[in-house]
C-alpha cells in the first residue's frame, strides 16, 4: 500500500472563491485523493484558509469586525462550501492555528540559527492618511518604464517590470486613494534566498517528471535578471504570527509580523498537527520519523508556482531539518470566463456558493475537470457548459441507467435475470473496457485530469453503443432468454461505471451504489470479474433521474445573471 500525501492550495480568507479558482487546486486534489483512496492506498489530504495580511485586516474593516472574528467565521463559510463541493479533505485547517503560529517561530529560528536571515534596515511607504505602512501591492501609480498608470507597487501588469513601491510616479494609497504618503525608515528580517540558489536549481533539475509549466516558472524566476533574490519574511502589521526566533523574542522586531508567503505554506504542515493524534503527523511530514515513503503532491495555479518551487523549499532546505520536501508540483493555468476574467468586485462569473444553488455538485466537478486549464487557460462559455454536461452526464451515463433499469423492471422485476449466457458481443465489450480501464488508471495516477475524463466518458459510451447495438427491448420478443443477458450485463455496467466515476462524481457514485443495492466498491482490477459481481436475483431499485438537462431558458438566465452587468 502506497501513501500519499497530498495538498492544495489554500485559499484567501477574504471571501467565497469562484469557479477558477475550485478548478486550479481543490478540486483535481480532490480528483486524485479520491482515487488513491479507491485503490486502496493510504491518503493524508490536507488543505486550510489563508488567513494573514492586510486584505484580511481591510476585508474584517470592511464588514465591521474583528479580523480574528472575520477570519473565523469565513473558515466556516469556506469549510461548508468545501463540503458542498464533496472536497474529502481529511482536514481544513487555519494558518492562524497555533499550531501554524508555533512551527512558523520555530522555522523562522532554525533558519536564523543556520545563517540565513538578515536584518535589513529599509525605507517603505507610510501613509499618513492610513496611518500604516502600505504592502506593495496597496500602493499603485504610473510605471517609470512604460507610463501604465495602474501599475502596483511590486510590478507592472502592463510591461511586467518588477518594481519597488518608491519607483512609481505619483503613486498613491489603494486603501484611501491618498497621495499623503512619506518613506519612513524601518527594519524587517530577510530570508537569504540567494544562497540556496544552486541547491534549488539542482533540486528542481531533478524533477524531470514536472510539468513543464511547474519548471518553467521556477527557472524563470532563478535565472532571469539578476535571478533568485533574498526576500522580506517580516511586515509592520498587527495581523499575523508575531516574530519570534523559536520560542524567544526577536529584538528589534516587537510589533511586527511574519510576512504571509512565509507562514502560509508552513500551514501545510502545521494543518497536519491540528488533525493529527499525537505524534501521528510526522510519519507525514519528518524523513526520520518514517516520511521517506510517503509521495507528497501539491495542487496549484500558476501564479502560486513560485512560492512552492523556491520560497517554502528554502524554508525546508534552509532549516537543515529532516522534513519532507513535495515530489510533484501539478500546476494549472486560468479558467476564464466568456471571454474575461472572473470579478468579484463587478459581480463577473459564477462562485462557488452562487454554483451550488443552481446546480448540483457533480455537474460542476465534471465539467470543470474534463475541461481544466492543464496545458494553457481554459474558457468556461454557458453554452460550452450546456452542451457538455447534456451530451456526457445527461445523453450518455444517465440515459443508459435509466434504459436500463426500467427495461429490466418492465420485463424481468427489479432483481438481475438470469437467463442467458455471454457470446461474442459481450466478450468484445469486455475486452474493450478492460483496456479503456487501464488506460483510465494510467492517466488518473499520471494525473492527466482532462485524458482521465477522455476515458471515462469513452467507457461510458462504450456501454451505449453496446446497448444499441444489442437493442435487447427489440430481442426480448424472439430471444428473451439472450435479451436477460444483455441486460445482466449491463446491471453490472451500471456498478462499474460507479466505482469508476466516484473520484469525478462522488454524489452520482453513491445513488447508483444505492440503486444498485451493493456496498461492494471494489476497483475492476479483473474487469472480467467485475461485471458479474452483481449475481442473478440480486436486487435493485430504479434511481431517479440523474442528470436533469439544461435548457435554453436556464442557460439565457444564468447568462444573464453572471454577467457583471448593472442595470
Same mark, same amino acid.
Given at each position: 500500500?502506497?501513501?500519499?500525501? /497530498?495538498?492544495?492550495?489554500?485559499?484567501?480568507?477574504?471571501?467565497?472563491?469562484?469557479?477558477?479558482?475550485?478548478?486550479?487546486?481543490?478540486?483535481?486534489?480532490?480528483?486524485?485523493?479520491?482515487?488513491?483512496?479507491?485503490?486502496?492506498?493510504? =491518503?493524508?489530504?490536507?488543505?486550510?484558509?489563508?488567513?494573514?495580511?492586510?486584505?484580511?485586516? %481591510?476585508?474584517?474593516?470592511?464588514?465591521?469586525?474583528?479580523?480574528?472574528?472575520?477570519?473565523?467565521?469565513?473558515?466556516? =463559510?469556506?469549510?461548508? /462550501?468545501?463540503?458542498?463541493?464533496?472536497?474529502?479533505?481529511?482536514?481544513?485547517?487555519?494558518?492562524?492555528?497555533?499550531?501554524?503560529?508555533?512551527?512558523?517561530?520555530?522555522?523562522?529560528? @532554525?533558519?536564523?540559527?543556520?545563517?540565513?536571515?538578515?536584518?535589513?534596515?529599509?525605507?517603505? /511607504?507610510?501613509?499618513?492618511?492610513?496611518?500604516?505602512?502600505?504592502?506593495?501591492?496597496?500602493?499603485?501609480?504610473?510605471?517609470?518604464?512604460? &507610463?501604465?498608470?495602474?501599475?502596483?507597487?511590486?510590478?507592472?501588469?502592463?510591461?511586467?517590470?518588477?518594481?519597488?513601491? $518608491?519607483?512609481?510616479?505619483?503613486?498613491?494609497?489603494?486603501?484611501?486613494?491618498?497621495?499623503?504618503?512619506?518613506?519612513?525608515?524601518?527594519?524587517?528580517?530577510?530570508?537569504?534566498?540567494?544562497? %540556496?540558489?544552486? $541547491?534549488?536549481?539542482?533540486?528542481?533539475?531533478?524533477?524531470?517528471?514536472?510539468?513543464?509549466?511547474?519548471?518553467?516558472?521556477a527557472n524563470k524566476w532563478l535565472n532571469d535578471g539578476e535571478g533568485l533574490q533574498d526576500r522580506g519574511i517580516t511586515r509592520d502589521l498587527n495581523w499575523g504570527v508575531p516574530v519570534k526566533n523559536g520560542t524567544e523574542p526577536w529584538p528589534g522586531m516587537e510589533g511586527k509580523v511574519f510576512y504571509v508567503w512565509f507562514d502560509a505554506p508552513i500551514e501545510y504542515i502545521a494543518c497536519s498537527q491540528e488533525w493529527a493524534k499525537g505524534d501521528e503527523w510526522q510519519r507525514w511530514w519528518r524523513t526520520d520519523k518514517g516520511a521517506d515513503d510517503v509521495t507528497y503532491t501539491q495542487f496549484m495555479g500558476k501564479d502560486n508556482v513560485p512560492f512552492h518551487?523556491?520560497?517554502?523549499?528554502?524554508?525546508?532546505?534552509?532549516?537543515?531539518?529532516?522534513?519532507?520536501?513535495?515530489?510533484? /508540483?501539478?500546476?494549472?493555468?486560468?479558467?476564464?470566463?466568456?471571454?474575461?476574467?472572473?470579478?468579484?468586485?463587478?459581480?463577473?462569473?459564477?462562485?462557488?456558493?452562487?454554483?451550488?444553488?443552481?446546480?448540483?455538485?457533480?455537474?460542476?466537478?465534471?465539467? !470543470? !475537470?474534463?475541461?481544466?486549464?492543464?496545458?494553457?487557460?481554459?474558457?468556461? +462559455?454557458?453554452?460550452?457548459?450546456?452542451?457538455?454536461?447534456?451530451?456526457?452526464?445527461?445523453? *450518455?451515463?444517465?440515459?443508459? =441507467?435509466?434504459? *436500463?433499469?426500467?427495461?429490466?423492471?418492465?420485463?424481468? &422485476?427489479?432483481?438481475?435475470?438470469? @437467463?442467458?449466457?455471454?457470446?461474442? @458481443?459481450?466478450?468484445?465489450?469486455?475486452?474493450?473496457?478492460?483496456?479503456?480501464?487501464?488506460?483510465?488508471?494510467?492517466?488518473?495516477?499520471?494525473?492527466?485530469?482532462?485524458?482521465?475524463?477522455?476515458?471515462?466518458?469513452?467507457?461510458?459510451?462504450?456501454?451505449?453503443?453496446?446497448?444499441?447495438?444489442?437493442?435487447?427491448? +427489440?430481442?426480448?420478443?424472439?430471444?428473451?432468454?439472450?435479451?436477460?443477458?444483455?441486460?445482466?450485463?449491463?446491471?453490472?455496467?451500471?456498478?462499474?461505471?460507479?466505482?469508476?466515476?466516484?473520484?469525478?462524481?462522488?454524489?452520482?457514485?453513491?445513488?447508483?451504489?444505492?440503486?444498485?443495492?451493493?456496498?461492494? $466498491?471494489?476497483?475492476?482490477?479483473?474487469?472480467?470479474?467485475?461485471?458479474?459481481?452483481?449475481?442473478?436475483?440480486?436486487?435493485?431499485?430504479?434511481?431517479?433521474?440523474?442528470?436533469?438537462?439544461?435548457?435554453?431558458?436556464?442557460?439565457?438566465?444564468?447568462?444573464?445573471?453572471?454577467?457583471?452587468?448593472?442595470?
Open positions: 500500500m502506497a501513501r500519499h500525501l /497530498i495538498t492544495s492550495a489554500i485559499p484567501y480568507i477574504n471571501g467565497i472563491k469562484h469557479l477558477g479558482n475550485l478548478v486550479g487546486s481543490q478540486l483535481p486534489a480532490d480528483l486524485f485523493a479520491r482515487y488513491q483512496r479507491a485503490r486502496g492506498n493510504e =491518503v493524508l489530504f490536507l488543505c486550510a484558509t489563508d488567513e494573514h495580511g492586510t486584505p484580511a485586516e %481591510l476585508a474584517a474593516a470592511k464588514a465591521n469586525k474583528p479580523v480574528a472574528e472575520y477570519c473565523a467565521e469565513m473558515h466556516e =463559510v469556506q469549510a461548508r /462550501i468545501a463540503e458542498g463541493f464533496g472536497l474529502s479533505f481529511d482536514h481544513f485547517g487555519r494558518s492562524s492555528s497555533p499550531e501554524n503560529h508555533a512551527l512558523t517561530q520555530h522555522f523562522a529560528g @532554525a533558519l536564523s540559527k543556520a545563517g540565513l536571515i538578515e536584518e535589513v534596515a529599509e525605507t517603505q /511607504i507610510y501613509s499618513k492618511t492610513d496611518g500604516r505602512f502600505l504592502p506593495d501591492r496597496y500602493i499603485e501609480g504610473t510605471c517609470p518604464n512604460c &507610463g501604465f498608470e495602474d501599475a502596483r507597487g511590486d510590478q507592472c501588469d502592463n510591461c511586467t517590470k518588477q518594481l519597488d513601491p $518608491t519607483d512609481l510616479i505619483n503613486p498613491h494609497s489603494t486603501i484611501s486613494g491618498s497621495t499623503d504618503l512619506e518613506e519612513r525608515a524601518t527594519k524587517h528580517l530577510y530570508l537569504k534566498q540567494s544562497q %540556496l540558489r544552486d $541547491t534549488l536549481q539542482d533540486w528542481i533539475n531533478s524533477k524531470t517528471d514536472w510539468p513543464v509549466l511547474t519548471t518553467s516558472i518551487t523556491l520560497s517554502f523549499p528554502a524554508t525546508i532546505l534552509g532549516s537543515q531539518e529532516p522534513w519532507k520536501l513535495v515530489d510533484y /508540483i501539478k500546476s494549472f493555468n486560468y479558467l476564464n470566463y466568456e471571454g474575461g476574467q472572473f470579478s468579484t468586485s463587478r459581480g463577473r462569473g459564477v462562485f462557488m456558493d452562487q454554483a451550488l444553488e443552481i446546480l448540483p455538485a457533480d455537474v460542476w466537478r465534471w465539467w !470543470l !475537470l474534463s475541461n481544466c486549464p492543464e496545458t494553457s487557460d481554459a474558457e468556461f +462559455t454557458w453554452e460550452g457548459f450546456q452542451s457538455g454536461v447534456n451530451k456526457d452526464l445527461s445523453d *450518455v451515463l444517465g440515459n443508459f =441507467v435509466s434504459r *436500463v433499469t426500467k427495461f429490466c423492471r418492465s420485463k424481468f &422485476g427489479e432483481t438481475v435475470p438470469e @437467463a442467458g449466457a455471454f457470446g461474442p @458481443a459481450e466478450a468484445a465489450l469486455i475486452e474493450t473496457l478492460t483496456t479503456r480501464t487501464r488506460a483510465y488508471e494510467t492517466h488518473m495516477q499520471a494525473m492527466d485530469v482532462r485524458k482521465s475524463a477522455q476515458e471515462l466518458r469513452a467507457i461510458w459510451a462504450a456501454g451505449n453503443e453496446y446497448l444499441q447495438e444489442a437493442a435487447p427491448w +427489440t430481442l426480448f420478443k424472439t430471444d428473451p432468454d439472450q435479451a436477460a443477458a444483455q441486460i445482466r450485463l449491463a446491471l453490472n455496467l451500471i456498478r462499474f461505471y460507479a466505482v469508476l466515476s466516484a473520484p469525478f462524481m462522488p454524489t452520482t457514485s453513491a445513488k447508483l451504489f444505492v440503486a444498485m443495492n451493493t456496498l461492494d $466498491t471494489s476497483w475492476p482490477d479483473d474487469v472480467e470479474a467485475a461485471l458479474t459481481a452483481l449475481p442473478a436475483g440480486h436486487e435493485f431499485t430504479v434511481p431517479d433521474n440523474l442528470f436533469a438537462k439544461i435548457t435554453d431558458d436556464e442557460r439565457e438566465g444564468w447568462a444573464t445573471r453572471f454577467s457583471g452587468k448593472r442595470d
